[in-house]
Every structure is written in C-alpha cells, then in structure tokens.
C-alpha cells in the first residue's frame, strides 16, 4: 500500500490476500458483494501456460506455432513513449500478423540477453550504467507497441477469435467458475509499458502468466482526486492526472491521490480481482504476458432501464449528502475553556449590574427573564455572550438596540457594515458563517433550544439580525440539522411551542423561514455544484 494510503483508506476498502484459491461461495459473498479488491497468490500456477507462454523458456517459439500464421490482431502503439490511455488522440491502432509482434518480442529478448552479457562482463559500475543507457536508448518504435484486450474468447464476437486457440492452455480460476463469463482477453508487452489509471464497467480477473505487473488501485470515491476525463467524452473512465508528476495548479485536490491509493505487485501464477468502478494503473515489465477474464457485474445489470432518470438523482443526492458533511467546518472549542467558565457567574452579575443603565436590558432583568437566564448552563451563558457580541460586531444595527456591551468603553463594541473574520485556534481567518456554524455545532439540541429561547425573550432585535442578516449558508445548515435532533426530543405540543416563541420575534415569521430555508438550499448548491466538479468532470461549467 502506497505510504499514508493505510492511514486514509477505510479497513472495508482494504486489498483482502489469499494464497490460493477460495470456493466461489466465499468470493461471492465476502469479496465481490463487497465490491472489494482481493489478490489470489498462486491461484493459477498450475496454467498450462505458465510453462508454455514462458518467453524465457521457449514460450515465443510456442506461441508462434500454436498460433495460425494468418492469425491477424490489432495492438496499440503509443505516441508517449511506453505510456497507454484510452483516448485516441494518444495513441494509434496498428493491425498487424501475430507472427510478426512475437518475432519482434524475439528480436527483443535477444537483445536483451546481448545487453545483460555485456553488463556482467563489464567491470566498472560506470561500464554497466552505459550499458543500461544503451538498452533503454536503443528501442524502437516497436517497443511501443502493446497487445491490449485481444479477445481468447468473447460472447459478443460472431466472427473467430484470432487467438482462441490459446484458450486450451488456461482455465477459468475455480472462485469464478460460476461466473458468466463475457470475455477473455490476452495482453503482452514487448517493453516495459503503463496502462495510465482508468476503471472498468466490468468485474476483472488480472491473470499474470509471464513478467510482473504492478497493480495501484483507488476506490470509486477517490474519483473527485483523480479527475476523470468529462463522462461525453471518448475516454471518461480514464483520469486526466498523472500520479508522479501531477500538475496541482490545474489539479489541485490531486495532491491527496497517493493517500486513497493501495499497491500490489502481481508475480507469475498470481491473480487480482479488479471490481467494476475501481481506478487503477498498470505497469508491466518486459515481455509480460496476462490474462483477464470479464463478467458483467450486478451493479448495472440490476438496474431497470426505465429507472435510471430516478437512480440518477438519488445517486446526487447521495453524493450531495456526503459532500455537505465534508463542507461543514470543523467543531471548535471557541474558546469555552474551564478557565474562562470559572468567570461566568462573575460576568452574569456584572451583567446585571450594567443592565439597569438602559431601557432594553431593564427589560432583560424583569423576574421571568432572570429566570431564563438562570436556566443556562455556565458554557451556554457565555457562548450566548459570544453570540451576541458577534452579531453586534459585524452588523450596523438598524434601530434601537436591545443589548448593551458590559463595558460600554470597550472599542469592540463598536459596529461594522461587513462580517468579520474571526481568528481560529491556529490564527487563520474563519468566516462569520463558518463562526456561526460552530457556535451551532458545539452545543446539544437541548443548549442551542434554550440559548435560542433566552435570545428570544431578551434580545429580539438581535436574534432578527441574526436570522435575517448574517445568517449563511453553512450556519443554515447547521441550524436546521439542530432543529431536526430537537423533535424526537420533545412532544409535538413542546415543538410547536418553541417555533411560536421563536417566529414570535420577527414582525414577518414567513420572511425568517425563507431566509432559513434559502441560507440551506444555498448551502445544499454549493454541494451540489462541487459534486458535478469533482466527480463528473472537471470541464463541466459551473451553472450560472
């Protein structure tokens, strides 16, 4: 697993390794309803083709034989060097006999065997660099070519597989062996190549036989890291960035695409279950040979035709859902330390004390409003302060205010037309609506119903800012989710009582409401909008 990979990616997510093979019962209820990645060391080591395809042992020459000379299959070569992705721009179709790939991967090897002769009878570490200079400088276009997919077997061909008859020397893994299967495919590489990081709309079985590959994978949710090709285009299952060298000023979430990634080196005999949907990358080395075998998975096939109008929305909202949860800004202390609640009956009497020099905290301290006040814990009588110092900060207030600073000289008192930024914990600016969002957070149902109540009854005008001024989008949210733990917690008679005193306040309850409600769906767009970017594409336009 890529470094920091273990950290982030989910236990459910996590590569399961058997050593062999398992019943077909087990793969299927432990690893493919899981859509989950799993490795079956050795699990087909008893391939005739181990043997047989062995380009080191003779395996070419086979091939060559067992092959029909008039055997014609369609490779591609790649216009970047040893890298292969699935748009066409990048890369040419190139039909040729498979006699003539398996001669030039002969014509290969013995170069490489020329190579590795002088390596070894060179006796300087410079002498043998050169001679890995040499091989890697002296391919030719031919070394960019890469059989990819070529059908053993598939039931959507009518006409004949051109290399079927190598279906004799494979069998299909025993844990899939109930499995309809929907295509067998070969894939050879004459050098060193990378199939770049794409998924699949099917299920997959990676059979090595020859060489090695090594395997990355990503599960469907890093999609919003890797930035996949726009869905209308020719290659949408492919991303549009590298994993060594991706270019953050145009990818920016790319950064954490080696966090969500997982590594496994396939050897001989070994084979990968690649679900539908997982991105992955490929690297093989020289002269690999592999088998995959697809089958139609029950993601889409279980899915009505007429249906997918619905399965499409409900999967937005799906991912709307999850992605304004990670929007949310993360809980805060704001500062409500033991320290500072030590000082909260002090501050409550001082609070009295400078009450009687105006008219609207006089109405503050009447006997039912003491006792509301009364009612707070010591945290929620302050945060209720921080509340209120908030809104009267960042707002000039139109008309008389009902709430007075305790010391009426302190220059923090004093209004502004524009929100502030308010300092968090490490120093970074923090919104108004990010501030208002944690104040919200961090308290109970219960606190945030009687810290909204107290502000009702004693501070009306300031609670009418509150809702119909600084209100934004992400303090909406976070309202209204307290709105809804609230229910279960009350019966619908204590429920409908406190909306009465809370809408009471407004000269327009409907006006609130709306100012609410609009804050939310503002909030639920900017998710929404993010999950078109991140998920659908990055060349789709942002809606006006």
Not at 100 to 112: G, V
Request: hydrophobic share 35%.
């Amino acid at each position: 697993m890529e470094a920091g990979g273990e950290e982030r990616a989910e236990a459910s997510l996590r590569i399961r390794h058997f050593h062999g093979t398992i019943s077909p019962e087990e793969f299927a209820t432990e690893i493919e309803s899981k859509n989950i990645p799993a490795v079956f060391r050795g699990a087909v080591k008893g391939w005739n083709s181990i043997s047989l395809w062995d380009p080191s042992n003779g395996g070419l020459d086979y091939m060559m034989e067992k092959v029909r000379p008039t055997a014609v299959v369609e490779a591609m070569m790649s216009n970047y060097e040893h890298i292969f992705n699935g748009d066409l721009r990048s890369h040419e179709r190139v039909v040729l006999p498979f006699s003539a790939f398996i001669a030039s991967c002969k014509s290969y090897l013995e170069q490489l065997s020329l190579l590795s002769v002088s390596s070894h009878m060179s006796n300087s570490a410079r002498d043998k660099e050169i001679c890995e200079e040499t091989c890697s400088t002296s391919l030719d276009a031919t070394d960019r070519l890469y059989l990819a997919q070529i059908p053993i077997y598939s039931v959507e061909r009518k006409e004949h597989c051109s290399l079927q008859v190598l279906k004799e020397d494979i069998q299909t893994p025993a844990f899939i062996a109930n499995k309809c299967i929907s295509s067998i495919n070969f894939w050879m590489n004459r050098a060193r190549s990378r199939s770049s990081i794409h998924y699949d709309p099917h299920h997959n079985i990676l059979c090595v036989v020859s060489g090695q590959k090594e395997v990355i994978l990503w599960p469907p949710e890093a999609c919003r890291f890797l930035y996949p090709m726009p869905i209308y285009g020719e290659a949408s299952n492919h991303s549009a960035v590298s994993i060594e060298d991706p270019d953050l000023s145009v990818h920016a979430r790319a950064k954490h695409m080696k966090e969500y990634s997982q590594k496994v080196i396939l050897n001989v005999g070994d084979a990968l279950f690649i679900p539908e949907g997982w991105f992955h990358q490929v690297d093989s080395s020289d002269l690999t040979v592999a088998v995959n075998f697809w089958w139609v998975s029950s993601i889409m096939s279980d899915m009505v035709d007429h249906m997918d109008a619905y399965y499409l929305r409900r999967i937005l909202n799906r991912l709307v859902s999850k992605e304004m949860d990670r929007m949310l800004p993360k809980r805060s202390s704001l500062g409500l330390n033991k320290e500072e609640n030590s000082q909260d009956d002090e501050s409550s009497e001082s609070c009295e004390e400078s009450d009687t020099n105006s008219k609207s905290t006089k109405v503050c301290l009447n006997g039912d409003k003491r006792t509301i006040l009364g009612q707070l814990e010591p945290s929620g009588f302050q945060l209720l302060g921080k509340l209120i110092s908030l809104v009267h900060e960042n707002l000039e207030y139109i008309g008389q205010c009902q709430y007075t600073p305790t010391d009426s000289n302190d220059e923090s008192s004093e209004t502004s037309n524009q929100p502030k930024h308010i300092p968090n914990g490490d120093d970074a600016p923090l919104s108004v609506d990010d501030t208002l969002a944690q104040m919200f957070s961090s308290l109970e149902p219960l606190a945030l119903q009687k810290i909204l109540l107290v502000i009702a009854e004693c501070f009306p005008r300031t609670l009418e800012a509150l809702i119909l001024h600084m209100l934004g989008p992400a303090a909406a949210e976070v309202l209204t989710r307290k709105f809804d733990e609230m229910e279960p917690l009350f019966t619908k008679e204590q429920q409908e009582e406190f909306y009465k005193k809370f809408y009471s306040v407004f000269d327009d309850p409907a006006a609130a409401m709306n100012a609410i409600l609009n804050a939310k769906e503002t909030y639920a767009f900017q998710a929404f909008q993010n999950v078109l970017d991140q998920y659908v594409g990055a060349q789709v336009k942002r809606l006006a």
